[in-house]
């Protein structure tokens, strides 16, 4: 069945959808985190660095792929050459196994979100949160509630459904990101928690640091499977790649930063240790926000913000593997939609229950979840994108021109893609395959 090519509807809209991929828990639970712990001003003028610089190259690659092929990641890549086919699945893997603990995580949004909209708050988080998350029937309800909210979008297509989402959930979790970073600064530990974040301490400037920063850029720019190629393949002939790759970075970037700025000061203002992850967000912050004045309104805005981060995330992760199968296995978009969502809802249990009745079950001495995490994070992203700059620029002739443009910068950037990205990519496969 033939479905005719979408194009989003303005570049805007463009830019919103890459924006929301792009922005998500790798911005609000991880970013301001690593940030803080390695080095606060030092590693962000390192982070900057290389995405301006290096993962800026994979970014325009991604989606100069999809610009010129107007295809799914799997075709794209059969069409350079059928023998890369199989690559291209090994993208729509990633972004499926990353779906099946991302998801997981989004239903205990929704469970946190209904807490504080009915004002039900627990009185102490630390033990609230490991009790409900090793339940069973919620957590699995919830994943697949979660799962359904995103694959309505898909499902009514790229622009009545995918476009629409981003175009409201953007701007509207820019409002909140803005309104709560400001009440954070009010409080009494404003100053220590930008203090944590910006202070440089050049004591941290090693190979570690440069690696988790290369690590998170991928993540957080969603590079390395496929996603950002196949919203490239809806943009119109006419988008130029490199400036839409520097506005993507700067958005990206700017949401991570603000999302520190809304974190810390809570945090310190209560004097607790920053965290990362799980903790932060289902413990750490929670309970502090019960705490504060007016507790459900600071808690439903916090959630329903992380809420849609993880959406337009989730939309984009569900589109890539869709979009793949709607032209490889000819089948329409609605089938694509529900037979990838039973999937993900299958796999996705032992993922729910690494925190419950499954936590003895361990691969490699790490929980199903941990697992995915690890393989797709450590693994997988840094050697996919290895992977697509060798592709792209050992094989496809018009990348130079299409990605860079014809001039000192393109051909600069055009060695790098060629020499340099992939042996960093490599390196930074092989420390994370070290850390184990
Ligand atoms: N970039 C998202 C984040 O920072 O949370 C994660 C993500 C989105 C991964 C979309 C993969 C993807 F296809």
């Not at 792929?65 to 690559?87: A, E, Y």
């Not at 995918?162 to 409080?187: D, H, Q, R």
């Not at 220590?192 to 190979?207: A, C, I, R, T, V």
Request: charged content about 10%; proline content about 4%.
């Amino acid at each position: 069945m033939e479905e005719k090519r979408a194009e989003w509807t303005n570049h805007i809209s463009f830019i919103l959808a890459t924006v929301g991929s792009a922005v998500g828990l790798g911005n609000v639970w991880r970013f301001p985190y690593i940030m803080g712990k390695y080095g606060g001003a030092v590693f962000l003028f390192t982070y900057l660095f290389l995405i301006a610089f290096i993962c800026i190259i994979p970014l325009c690659v991604e989606l100069t792929l999809g610009k010129i092929s107007r295809k799914d990641t799997v075709t794209t890549f059969n069409m350079i050459n059928p023998k890369f086919k199989g690559f291209g699945w090994l993208c729509v893997l990633t972004v499926v196994l990353i779906s099946c603990f991302y998801f997981v995580v989004g239903g205990w949004i929704l469970q946190y979100l209904w807490l504080f909209l009915t004002n039900n708050i627990p009185e102490n988080f630390s033990q609230y949160f490991p009790l409900f998350a090793s339940g069973t029937t919620i957590p699995v309800i919830l994943t697949i509630l979660f799962l359904v909210m995103c694959a309505i979008f898909p499902f009514r297509g790229v622009n009545k459904g995918i476009e629409k989402a981003n175009n409201i959930m953007m701007p509207a979790l820019a409002v909140m990101l803005i309104l709560l970073a400001i009440y954070s600064l009010s409080l009494p530990g404003a100053k220590e928690g930008l203090e944590f974040m910006f202070k440089p301490d050049f004591s941290k400037f090693d190979s570690t640091m440069v690696l988790t920063a290369l690590g998170q850029a991928l993540f957080t720019l969603s590079i390395g499977m496929g996603a950002i190629l196949t919203y490239g393949s809806y943009m119109k002939q006419d988008t130029k790649i490199l400036k839409s790759s520097y506005t993507l970075i700067g958005f990206d970037t700017t949401v991570s930063l603000l999302s520190g700025i809304m974190i810390f000061p809570i945090v310190f203002s209560f004097n607790v240790e920053p965290t990362a992850g799980p903790t932060l967000i289902f413990i750490s912050l929670p309970e502090m926000f019960s705490k504060l004045p007016f507790p459900a309104v600071l808690g439903s805005l916090f959630f329903i913000l992380i809420l849609f981060a993880a959406i337009t995330s989730g939309i984009s992760m569900l589109e890539t593997a869709i979009a793949s199968m709607i032209e490889n296995f000819k089948i329409s978009r609605k089938k694509a939609t529900v037979l990838l969502s039973l999937f993900i809802s299958v796999v996705s249990i032992p993922s729910v229950f690494s925190f419950g009745i499954m936590k003895d079950f361990q691969i490699f001495g790490k929980t199903f979840f941990d697992f995915l995490d690890f393989i797709t994070s450590n693994i997988l992203l840094p050697l996919n994108t290895a992977l697509i700059c060798l592709i792209a620029g050992w094989f496809v002739k018009s990348i130079k021109k299409e990605a860079f443009g014809e001039n000192i910068l393109g051909n600069i950037f055009y060695f790098l893609l060629k020499f340099v990205i992939p042996l960093i990519f490599i390196g930074v496969l092989i420390t994370g395959l070290i850390q184990v």
